[in-house]
């Protein structure tokens, strides 16, 4: 199993730019999020999914937009990026969209908006 | 929502010695308390968790505590290695989709 995978690894951007960052999973988890890691602040929750079709906020949602269209892909889309979103992005994956598990994150995304 | 404080923000200890980071929440009805350590330009990784109907949970070297009555749980680390060295979050949890983590602890292990 490659586990939780995302792409790119690094990323620029210009200010008002727009991407999407990929993130797939091949456990069958039910569970999948975002978060952003900043320098002295943690982990922070964006956007998570319990399931294909649904999705919802975390802590830190603005700017950001998910899907869930599979159980396998979570992708972030950045609508108008701007320098305050540079930051380390990991995706996240959890057997059980119900109970506290452990989660299990990808490699991350290094992205700089410039 | 949930708040997850984290102390120290960096902790330096002897190799052979014991380090002991210390978080504490606010939301009574959390129930999952998680700790991932990160190796740098690395991603976290699960080390050790406690649900909030166990005291204390031993792994090895390491060691979870926690009490519910003062809100906080600590993680313990014995005869530290020089590969112990890392960033620690604890994290605490409702359920699955609000896992609040705490700012990290930079421990280096000195050999």
């Known amino acids: 199993n490659a586990g939780v995978t995302q792409t790119p690894k690094f990323q620029v951007l210009k200010t008002g730019q727009s991407m999407t960052l990929q993130c797939a999973q091949d456990m069958n988890h039910e569970y999948m999020s975002w978060y952003r890691q900043d320098p002295g602040m943690g982990l922070r929750l964006i956007h998570y999914?319990?399931?294909?079709?649904?999705?919802d906020q975390g802590e830190v949602p603005n700017g950001y937009n998910v899907s869930r269209s599979t159980t396998e892909d979570f992708p972030l889309r950045l609508l108008s990026a701007a320098p305050s979103q540079t930051s380390v992005y990991f995706c996240?994956?959890?057997?059980?969209?119900?109970?506290?598990?452990?989660?299990?994150f990808g490699p991350g995304t290094r992205l700089t908006v410039t | 929502g949930e708040n997850v404080e984290q102390h120290p923000s960096t902790l330096s200890v002897q190799e052979g010695d014991s380090a002991v980071i210390k978080c504490t929440y606010s939301?009574?009805?959390?129930?999952?308390f998680p700790w991932y350590k990160q190796e740098l330009g690395k991603r976290p990784q699960l080390i050790i968790d406690i649900r909030s109907n166990v005291g204390e949970k031993k792994d090895q070297r390491i060691a979870v505590t926690l009490n519910k009555t003062a809100k906080h749980f600590s993680l313990h680390i014995t005869e530290t290695q020089p590969e112990d060295s890392a960033v620690y979050f604890c994290?605490?949890?409702?359920?699955?989709?609000?896992?609040?983590f705490g700012a990290g602890t930079r421990l280096t292990v000195k050999p």
């Open positions: 999914s319990v399931g294909a079709g649904i999705t």
């Open positions: 994290a605490a949890s409702i359920k699955d989709n609000d896992m609040r």
């Open positions: 939301d009574s009805a959390s129930n999952y």
């Open positions: 996240a994956s959890s057997y059980s969209p119900w109970e506290a598990y452990e989660q299990y």
